[in-house]
């Protein structure tokens, strides 16, 4: 079976500070994965997303994720949090064309 | 370029009112398209996909329909709606026949509240 678990449903962190969302998945077959950003009262964006071309993937707005098989992780960073980062975070697990299974969302606060 | 359209942004309706939420897709042909619902303080659930004109898979029993009459049209509907359909409904596509590498393009929602 197919799941994505993220930890903590809520993350806070300093203006200029480490952000750090966790994410980790459990797939019976190779997983695409992907990381949405939502920001208030607006749809999905895309962020970031794992296609076994490279474990470390780079995104948008300097955000990235370390696809770590031994862990079933793809965890979320970025070095500096600034205020616009403040969103609701979706982890994403893609095993076929209409599976695509959703976390149930990390709420980034970003404090001044 | 693929766009994805979602109407309206917002909608206040009276329980037992009906419904019709429209999404349309642009640049692509045969999209795989889908309709998820975001409660508050509720992850996403998927309601329907359809995989091409008429064809509706639902994922979860409820008050609420969905019908494809055009390749890129995607409609959300209901008869009589219920204060529990209140929430934040989202319209998402994606290539038919894709990898699944590809993920989901999402519409910019639509904001139901039943009063």
């Known amino acids: 079976a197919q799941s994505v678990t993220q930890l903590g449903s809520h993350v806070s962190v300093s203006e200029g500070a480490l952000v750090l969302l966790r994410c980790n998945y459990s797939?019976?077959?190779?997983?695409?994965l992907f990381w949405y950003v939502q920001y208030p009262n607006q749809g999905l964006q895309l962020l970031l997303k794992?296609?076994?071309?490279?474990?470390l993937v780079k995104g948008i707005n300097d955000f990235e994720a370390e696809f770590k098989k031994s862990e079933t992780s793809f965890h979320l960073t970025k070095p500096s949090a600034h205020m616009s980062d403040a969103a609701e975070y979706f982890c994403?697990?893609?095993?076929?064309?209409?599976?695509?299974?959703f976390g149930t969302g990390t709420r980034l606060t970003v404090i001044p | 370029s693929q766009t994805i359209h979602q109407w309206p942004a917002t909608l206040v309706q009276p329980v037992g009112s009906p419904l019709s939420l429209e999404c349309t897709v642009e640049?692509?042909?045969?999209?795989?398209l889908y309709w998820y619902r975001q409660a508050a303080g509720r992850g996403l659930q998927l309601l329907f996909y359809?995989?091409?004109?008429?064809?509706i898979s639902s994922e979860v029993p409820q008050n609420l329909s969905a019908s494809r009459p055009q390749d890129r049209q995607f409609i959300l509907s209901s008869k009589k709606l219920l204060l529990s359909d209140s929430g934040f409904y989202l319209c998402?596509?994606?290539?038919?026949?894709?990898?699944?590498?590809?993920?989901?393009?999402f519409g910019s929602g639509t904001r139901l509240t039943v009063v």
């Open positions: 797939s019976s077959v190779p997983p695409y």
């Open positions: 998402a596509w994606s290539p038919m026949g894709g990898e699944p590498n590809y993920g989901y393009t």
């Open positions: 640049g692509t042909s045969n999209p795989n």
């Open positions: 794992y296609t076994s071309a490279a474990t």
């Open positions: 994403a697990l893609q095993t076929g064309a209409n599976n695509l299974f």
């Open positions: 359809s995989v091409g004109i008429g064809q």
